[in-house]
Nanobody
Framework: QVQLVESGGGLVQAGESLRLSCAAS????????MGWYRQVPGKQRGLVATITSGGRTNYADSVKGRFTISIDNAKNTVYLQMNSLKPEDTAVYYCYAYVRRPYMPDANYWGQGTQVTVSS
């Protein structure tokens, strides 16, 4: 089994920063891709940013220039540095990982979600 444990959410004012972390643990050979998605009530979960183990990144247009994703392959941990936060960034942020497992097919996993609230 694989677990994703997120941390770092909270309540901040517009213009402030937060850093999210997500550690993958369990039956993992390696992590192929990790990332963050977010969801607000009544809307579909959408991409924030992803990063491969080789460091290739992909960002949603709405966060480019404000958010930075990074990965520590030795720790199977992904980080999301969020600067210049806006009220529209308010959402539940979910960690995502696509992992290689021993003797089993590669698979996707999701964290439990962490709330980020940005007040104006």
């Amino acid at each position: 089994q694989v677990q994703l444990v997120e941390s770092g959410g909270g309540l901040v004012q517009a213009g402030e920063s937060l850093r999210l972390s997500c550690a993958a643990s369990g039956s993992i050979l390696s992590v192929n891709t990790m990332g963050w998605y977010r969801q607000v009530p009544g809307k579909q979960r959408g991409l924030v940013a992803t990063i491969t183990s080789g460091g290739r990144t992909n960002y949603a247009d709405s966060v480019k220039g404000r958010f930075t994703i990074s990965i520590d392959n030795a720790k199977n941990t992904v980080y999301l540095q969020m600067n210049s936060l806006k009220p529209e960034d308010t959402a539940v942020y979910y960690c995502y990982a696509y992992v290689r497992r021993p003797y089993m097919p590669d698979a996707n996993y999701w964290g439990q979600g962490t709330q980020v609230t940005v007040s104006s």
